[in-house]
């Protein structure tokens, strides 16, 4: 049973999972040791699954960034599941409803990257792409 003290630890460490015990502690009044073992629980549990970073991806290269919507072909999703995150371009994967099956946000370096890249993907399905032209920051508050 994950308490409304744990979802105050949790949106901490949405915002900043580097946070130390004894920080998050000081925001809500618990001891830093009462914090490790909340946190030690949620990750037993499996309600924090991991810990993350948030690269910024130009300054790797990496000039696009791109979803890719597909539409398998008759017998390909079987392939293309055991495939997808093979690719290094690939940064999350989804099988999704709807008239598509697989949703993926991938980086690339420039639009020729684009275009191999889709070359790859289209021996499973039929490939629409979207430009991401920015990230809407979450407000502090949400």
């Given at each position: ?16 999972a ?6 998050i502690g ?18 037993d549990?499996?309600?924090i ?9 130009a300054?790797?290269?990496n000039g696009l960034e791109v979803f890719i919507?597909?539409?398998?072909f ?7 599941l ?5 690719y290094p371009e690939v ?7 709807g008239?598509y099956?697989?949703?993926v946000?991938?980086v690339l370096?420039?639009?020729?990257h ?7 993907l289209i021996?499973?399905?039929s ?11 979450k407000?502090?508050?949400?």
């Amino acid at each position: 049973m994950v308490t409304e003290t744990d979802r105050e630890i949790i949106d901490i460490l949405k915002t900043n999972a580097r946070a130390s015990f004894a920080e998050i502690g000081r925001k809500i009044a618990l001891s830093p040791s009462a914090v490790r073992e909340r946190v030690q629980k949620l990750e037993d549990l499996g309600v924090i699954k991991s810990y993350g970073v948030k690269l910024n991806q130009a300054l790797l290269g990496n000039g696009l960034e791109v979803f890719i919507l597909l539409k398998i072909f008759d017998g390909k999703l079987k392939y293309i599941l055991t495939e997808i995150n093979t690719y290094p371009e690939v940064k999350e994967a989804y099988r999704i409803t709807g008239p598509y099956n697989i949703h993926v946000r991938v980086v690339l370096r420039d639009q020729l990257h684009l275009q191999q890249f889709i070359d790859k993907l289209i021996r499973y399905g039929s490939p629409t792409t979207l430009l991401i032209l920015s990230e809407i920051e979450k407000s502090k508050g949400s």
